[in-house]
Structures are given as C-alpha cells and as structure tokens.
C-alpha cells in the first residue's frame, strides 16, 4: 500500500503564491508519474499538473505559466509552487501517484489538502 502524505495548503489572498507537497514515504519501488488534482465544492476532479519520471510535464489551461510543478523521483516527491492564486485556485488539492511496473497502471491518492484563495 502506498500512502501520499500532502502539506503546504492553506490560505492565501488574490496574487499570493502557495506551495504544496507530496511524499510516498518508504516506497520501495519507482513511480513512473506523478500530478496535483483538485475539486473544488460540487465540481468534479480536475488534473491541475502533471508530471512523469522522464520530466515531461502537463498543465490544465487553467493554470499554465501560474503553476509549476516539480518531482524527485529519487525521493518519490512532487511539488507545485501556485503563483497569482486567484478565488477560482480555491479547491482541495490531491496528490496522485502511479505506476505501470507491474502492467496495468495502478495508482494511488493521497488525503487532499485544502487551498482556498480570497479575493
């Protein structure tokens, strides 16, 4: 079993920046991919970033040249510095973290952490 550990969520006004982070501690084998998702109230789940273990990277429209998102895969970590947050950044943002190691993609979720920007 996996377990995604999130910090770095909070609060923050309009045009601040916040950053969030994501451990797989004692993980014993690679992650081929890592991303942030995030819901906000009575919306569905949406990929905010995303990035694999070759460094390719994703961004929902919604965020790019706001948002950056960074891995260790050494460490089995990931990262997303939020920058010019907006009330539209306010959601719970999840960690995701998967793997095709043993054929199927299997993937894993880690509790969520709330962000919520105000105006």
């Known amino acids: 079993q996996v377990h995604l550990v999130e910090s770095g969520g909070g609060l923050a006004q309009a045009g601040e920046s916040l950053r969030l982070s994501c451990a797989a501690p004692g993980l014993t084998f690679s992650l081929d991919d890592m991303a942030w998702y995030r819901q906000a109230l009575g919306e569905q789940r949406e990929l905010v970033a995303s990035i694999t273990r070759g460094g390719s990277t994703k961004y929902s429209d919604s965020v790019k040249g706001r948002f950056t998102i960074a891995g260790d895969y050494g460490k089995n970590e990931v990262y997303l510095q939020m920058n010019r947050l907006t009330p539209e950044d306010t959601a719970v943002y999840y960690c995701?973290?998967?793997?095709?190691?043993?054929?199927?993609?299997?993937?894993?979720w880690g509790q969520g952490t709330q962000v919520t920007v105000s105006s």
């Open positions: 995701n973290a998967g793997t095709s190691r043993w054929g199927a993609r299997r993937e894993w």
